[in-house]
């Protein structure tokens, strides 16, 4: 099987009639053009309903942001205990994230001052780093010692769930994927650790092991702090 593109965008052609970043803005720009006119677009009706779908579509993101970043946990947790009691793998752990040059929000307060704009992009930007490295992880750690089952299928319901969440936000938010493929393009940071992970050397290797589950949590928990915003803000209940 051929290995899967560094991320799904490179599939997708740019279509400027597809979708919308700020469907919100847009809805409301129309209702001010249309100010003191006979228009049917600019009913209430038609506000409430894309509002209302706007939110269902944050609903489903939300639940499957709240899944991924689960498992996520799930799998570090196992993980840790199984192969990182009593190392240091953890000192190095936050330096070694490959997507670290993106200096996303991390801090709720911080990400809460962003606009839905850019953290649908950080979002993006986080989903599709992680394309190939969910990709090479699931049939690795299939051949590892005293890791659950649960921790396999967990890897394969997250590059899964992933997918989902990804092709999601591209239907709704067309507009935003060629602002995040030249953000990604310019940062220059292909994922390129497969080979360390094939390293001889079981303590250097499990080393490699702990950063990914360590930094694949720490995203998933970006990416569903970024959506669960998204979706509070929607309903207006931030």
């Not at 962003?114 to 599709?128: H, P, R």
């Not at 319901?157 to 709704?172: A, D, R, Y």
Request: glycine share 2%; hydrophobic share 35%.
């Amino acid at each position: 099987m051929a290995p899967a593109p560094s991320f799904r965008g490179h599939q997708w052609t740019y279509n400027p009639i597809r979708g919308s970043c700020l469907l919100l803005l847009l809805v409301v720009s129309n209702l001010v053009l249309c100010q003191g006119k006979s228009c049917l677009s600019c009913s209430p009706d038609v506000f409430v309903s894309l509002q209302k779908s706007l939110t269902d579509v944050f609903v489903y993101a939300l639940s499957l942001s709240h899944d991924i970043h689960n498992l996520s946990t799930i799998m570090f947790n196992e993980f840790d205990e199984k192969y990182a009691q009593g190392k240091l793998y953890h000192i190095n752990a936050t330096k070694s994230c490959h997507t670290n040059s993106f200096h996303t929000p991390e801090e709720g307060d911080k990400a809460q001052q962003t606009n839905n704009e850019d953290l649908i992009k950080w979002t993006l930007v986080l989903l599709y780093c992680w394309n190939n490295p969910l990709y090479y992880l699931v049939p690795e750690i299939q051949s590892m010692k005293n890791l659950s089952e649960a921790v396999v299928s967990s890897a394969e319901e997250i590059e899964n769930m992933s997918e989902k969440l990804e092709s999601l936000i591209e239907t709704h938010f067309g507009k935003i994927i060629f602002p995040v493929l030249k953000t990604i393009h310019e940062a220059r940071i292909p994922w390129s650790r497969y080979s360390s992970m094939k390293f001889s050397n079981e303590d250097r290797r499990i080393s490699e092991y702990y950063n990914l589950f360590y930094c694949l949590r720490r995203d998933s928990h970006k990416v569903d702090m970024y959506i669960n915003i998204l979706e509070c803000r929607t309903r207006k209940t931030c």
